[in-house]
């Protein structure tokens, strides 16, 4: 069984009304594994990862996470969310809740832990992410850099299997882009299983086992890194590719 | 002796600075009141204007008004016809009141105490000034006492009174209508006072506390239903809400009072205080679900995300981030909408309740104080006004208190 992969995704569709967003997806991911997604806007990258946890609905195919199907079971789509994390582009931290709560909430009101030892971890978790200090203050009083490291913490503090990160650097500005770029190399290197929609190629190169480019709600290509950066098969990869790296 | 020409010499040397900038009150009232030269005008014209209303109502307040007309039926306008020798029990639960809010501001408030100086000092002053009966007095005279103490032991035990005191809170209003209504038979030690016999503020504080405190969850629910995605359950608030706001207050009263007997078997009588508190809940709680939806718009689908992501439910999503989000951006309109309840209480006279107004309207039906309309109407007006300024003063606290840390 270990050898089984963790996420399958079987020709996955997806309509908004008439619009066709995912026109047949398929992928597996291996345990362990670190996947980058990337490709252009409107192609489909946020729709998918967000099928992957149900925050969109998928009409079409099969998603099995950990073993388990997403369907409109109530019970199931709670036990997958338990073990999928989750990290925002624009963070969303509960800004009514302090730093140490945003983190604690889920723990001891989802796992049912003493607030003792959700607090205990939590603190483990901000040392991880590298703000210890900052446990007391409210979001609002963070730059953005430490607000998306407080939202990889608070998605680490339910333990999950797997992390989703939808575009998580993209709306920081450039200087604080590294900080949690870090935080994400580190968790990677730690044998995370991370889907990672980005487009920051440095992080893919450095700790991507696969790339999938999207396009138009589609798979165009996948392979290493090493394929992709050197060896591109499609033109709409290499076109795509050499838009982005001549930044 | 010698330092005198001294003195005088440099005295007519330093120039001093003009009259407005030497008292700070003449350079306020120059800056603000007097330029430009039309703020001037303006402001001149203000004054004479209140000159012209001031002057007839302090004339007529202070030679004509026949205040004897409050000062008589002051207890029938605070308690209407509350057995007199049951007053006991409902200055009790004023005593209850004075402890709590003593410790609540004792253990909470640290910065600008004196405004509890003339809160402190009005029972004082009214038990030295008014003519009233021995007990009145003592009970007033020892109101601020109870108060003080409660303040003293709120602040030596801070953090555990704080942790605690909004639990006394809520067990205030129960135990406040236990006192009023009683337990007991007639000889027994809390007799039941039948509700015919509550009257003026003491009711109109019975409808309007039961009214905010079951409207308000109702509220919240039916808004939160109104964007359920159930379509039954969404169907349902609309066409309550739709309908609840489409009918005058007065309407839904006098329906509470006649209809409400329909719906329930013969052998259960629901008293009518119960029957008016039914009708208020319902028409605010309609009102307040809109206000509460209002601020469940504001928050962002991020919200909802970020939490289901967690693996909360939707329950907990609600009650623990998009709740207490939405409830304290709406908290202005919600405390302007129980303001506006407890004003509406006064309609309860319509029906045939003694609420403040209904108290008023039978004073003046007697036939000694026949004229005195301007006398209690001003009375109660100022009552009215006193509990709507402590609502809304409160309201600002609770918002400055739960905005502490955001953006
Ligand atoms: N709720 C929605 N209703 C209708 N159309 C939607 C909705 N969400 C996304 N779409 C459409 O689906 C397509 C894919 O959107 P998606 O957000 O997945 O793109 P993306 O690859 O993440 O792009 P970006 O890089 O801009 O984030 C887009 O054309 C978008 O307009
Ligand atoms: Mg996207």
Redesign the pocket.
């Known amino acids: 069984m270990s050898d089984s992969p963790i996420i399958v995704c079987r020709d996955v569709h997806k309509w908004?009304?008439h619009?066709h967003?995912l026109r047949g997806i398929n992928m597996e991911v291996q345990k362990g594994e670190v996947v980058v997604i990337f490709?252009?806007?409107?192609?489909?990258?946020?729709?998918?990862i967000r099928t992957i946890n149900r925050l969109e609905e998928h009409q079409r195919g099969q998603i099995i996470v950990d073993g388990i199907e997403l369907t409109r079971d109530i019970r199931n789509i709670e036990a997958i969310r338990r073990e999928v994390g989750m990290v925002f582009q624009q963070f969303n931290l509960f800004p009514h809740l302090t730093v140490l709560q945003n983190i604690t909430l889920a723990p001891i009101q989802v796992r049912k832990w003493p607030k003792e030892k959700a607090e205990a971890l939590a603190m483990q978790l901000l040392d991880r992410v590298g703000i210890p200090e900052q446990a007391h203050k409210y979001p609002g009083q963070l730059s953005g850099g430490q607000q998306q490291r407080v939202a990889i913490a608070r998605a680490l503090a339910m333990q999950p299997k797997i992390m989703l990160f939808?575009?998580p650097t993209s709306a920081l500005d450039p200087e604080m882009i590294k900080e949690v770029l870090d935080v994400m190399v580190e968790l990677a290197r730690s044998g995370m299983t991370m889907l990672v929609?980005t487009h920051e190629m440095g992080f893919a190169r450095a700790v991507a086992d696969r790339m999938y480019f999207?396009d138009k709600?589609q798979i165009v290509e996948s392979g290493t890194p090493d394929e992709i950066f050197n060896n591109p098969k499609e033109d709409r990869t290499k076109l795509f590719l050499s838009q982005i790296l001549s930044h | 002796m010698s330092l005198r020409p001294a003195t005088a010499a440099s005295k007519a040397d330093v120039v001093l600075p003009p009259p407005t900038e030497r008292y700070p009150l003449l350079g306020w009232v120059w800056k603000h009141l007097f330029t430009p030269w039309h703020n001037a005008l303006l402001t001149v014209l203000a004054l004479g204007l209140l000159y012209l209303l001031a002057v007839p109502f302090a004339q007529w307040a202070l030679t004509q008004a026949r205040w004897e007309v409050v000062v008589v039926n002051l207890r029938l306008l605070l308690i209407g016809q509350y057995p007199l020798e049951q007053v006991w029990r409902l200055w009790l639960s004023v005593h209850v009141l004075a402890f709590v809010a003593g410790l609540t501001i004792g253990s909470t408030v640290r910065a600008g105490l004196w405004r509890a100086v003339p809160i402190l000092a009005a029972p004082w002053a009214l038990a030295l000034v008014a003519d009233f009966d021995l007990a009145t007095r003592a009970h007033l005279g020892a109101l601020p006492v109870v108060g003080l103490v409660a303040f003293v032991l709120g602040r030596l035990g801070h953090v555990y009174v704080r942790r605690h005191v909004i639990g006394l809170w809520v067990i205030y209003f129960p135990l406040f209508i236990l006192l009023v209504r009683g337990l007991t038979a007639e000889e027994g030690w809390l007799p039941v006072v039948p509700t015919n016999v509550w009257g003026g503020l003491v009711l109109t504080f019975v409808l309007t506390v039961a009214g905010i405190i079951f409207s308000f969850p109702i509220g919240v629910l039916l808004a939160l239903g109104r964007r359920s995605n159930l379509p039954l359950v969404r169907w349902a608030s609309v066409v309550y809400i739709e309908l609840v706001r489409g009918v005058p207050l007065v309407t839904i009263l006098f329906m509470a009072q006649i209809m409400l007997p329909l719906f329930l078997p013969s052998n259960v009588t629901i008293d009518r205080v119960l029957r008016a508190v039914v009708g208020i809940v319902l028409f605010t709680a309609a009102y307040q679900a809109e206000n509460v939806r209002g601020g469940l718009q504001a928050i962002s689908r991020g919200q909802y995300e970020a939490a289901y992501a967690l693996g909360l439910n939707s329950l907990q999503t609600n009650l623990f981030i998009i709740l207490p989000q939405a409830l304290r951006n709406v908290i202005p309109v919600l405390v302007g909408q129980f303001i506006a309840l407890y004003k509406d209480t006064s309609l309860v006279a319509i029906v045939g309740l003694l609420d403040l107004l209904g108290i008023a309207k039978s004073v003046l039906a007697q036939p000694a104080y026949i004229g005195t309309q301007r006398e209690v109407y001003l009375f109660i007006s100022a009552i009215y006004w006193l509990f709507s300024y402590v609502m809304s003063y409160l309201s600002q606290r609770l918002e400055k208190a739960l905005g502490v840390g955001e953006r």
């Not at chain 1, 490709?39 to 990258?45: A, F, L, Q």
Request: charged share 15%.
């Open positions: 908004y009304g619009f967003a490709g252009p806007s409107g192609s489909g990258k946020s729709t998918f939808d575009e929609v999207f709600g």
